[in-house]
């Protein structure tokens, strides 16, 4: 049974840093496009970043780049998201994704396994 297991979340200023982790098992990990959603009260669902399986490509949204980092551990079947200058609107229930695609990885129906979610908040 494939699980991922999000961890790393908490509260955190305004400016501030976190890493979240991402830990997959039941499905051979560096063959999927592993990806971070995030979802705020009121709003949809929403792309963060992507890391190709492999490893060789990164994409990001827009509102994230040059702040966010996305990497993977193929050996840890891990991913993670370093987030720095976090800001108030960066707040949200954040998701690990996996799927098995090599484009159109910022579209949610794409992934075929998703995690619980980590909770991030950021005061101001």
């Known amino acids: 049974q494939v699980q991922l297991v999000e961890s790393g979340g908490g509260l955190v200023q305004s400016g501030g840093s976190l890493r979240l982790s991402c830990a997959a098992s039941g499905l051979p990990f560096s063959g999927y496009t592993m990806g971070w959603f995030r979802q705020a009260p009121g709003k949809e669902r929403e792309f963060v970043a992507a890391i190709i399986r492999g490893g060789g490509r990164l994409d990001y949204a827009d509102s994230v780049k040059g702040r966010f980092t996305i990497s993977r551990d193929n050996a840890k079947n891990t991913v993670y998201l370093q987030m720095n200058s976090l800001k108030p609107e960066d707040a949200a229930v954040y998701y690990c994704?996996?799927?098995?695609?090599?484009?159109?990885?910022?579209?949610?129906?794409?992934?075929?396994?998703w995690g619980q979610g980590t909770q991030v908040t950021v005061s101001s």
């Open positions: 994704a996996a799927g098995y695609l090599g484009s159109s990885f910022y579209t949610p129906n794409k992934y075929a396994y």
